[in-house]
């Protein structure tokens, strides 16, 4: 894995376990209740304070996250689907790194696969598994999501999503480009060789 340790690999990819603070084995009952509580608490928080654009964005959001963890994960079928995706993609991520480290051929291709995966991840699991939620009985129940969240949500979404993708893209291995190497003492007699007519 290089010098980029799985914590640091795992930054990015929404991990719906720990968004409702529950195991990765929690049973189908366990899923509901932390969802059930954590969406309580939410929605008391809300009901307490003043609600200011900032504050309703970022309260959608969550009750987006909460509602999408519930939805993705009390079910077994869309529970390993989501996590096979999140498993293979930072597996691709790792594939990546170690084709640019060793100084493979194939780093271009390793890039593309896991662009293609992440922009898929990123899309399923994150904005439209959060809109799904919105829509789905059991949740709209707990958290009142109706079709005027969902408008509001939409724009929230779409950005939260871009926002991943921009932190995900920003540690990766295109992004560390190495300084150029400038000789400013040679620049110098260059240009004043330059100014002063002389052939270099």
């Known amino acids: 894995m290089g010098r980029y340790n799985t914590l640091m690999m795992d930054d990015g990819y929404v991990n719906y376990f720990q ?14 209740n932390a969802y059930k509580q954590l969406m309580k608490d939410l929605v008391m928080e809300i ?3 003043e609600i200011t654009g900032e504050r ?6 969550e009750m987006a996250k909460l509602n999408a963890s519930f939805y993705i994960l009390r079910e077994n079928d869309t529970r390993e689907a989501y996590w096979a995706a999140r498993t293979e993609l930072i597996a691709l991520e790792e594939a990546w790194r170690n ?3 060793s100084g493979e051929a194939n780093v271009d291709a390793a890039r593309r696969a896991y662009d293609a995966k992440l922009r898929h991840f990123l899309s399923r699991y994150v904005e439209e598994a959060m809109l799904e939620a919105g829509r789905d009985k059991g949740c709209v129940e707990a958290s009142n999501w109706d079709a005027a969240h969902e408008r509001h949500a939409s724009r929230i979404l779409r950005h939260y999503r871009q926002s991943l993708y921009q932190r995900i893209l920003e540690r990766l291995p295109y992004w560390e480009v190495t300084p150029p190497r400038i000789d400013w003492d040679e620049r110098k007699r260059v240009v004043a060789a330059i100014l002063a007519g ?3």
């Open 47 to 49: 009901a307490r304070v």
């Open 56 to 61: 309703r964005d970022r309260y959608l959001l």
């Open 99 to 101: 084709a640019v480290e």
């Open 19 to 32: 968004i409702l603070k529950i195991a990765p084995d929690a049973k189908p009952g366990e899923v509901r």
């Open 198 to 200: 002389e052939t270099c």
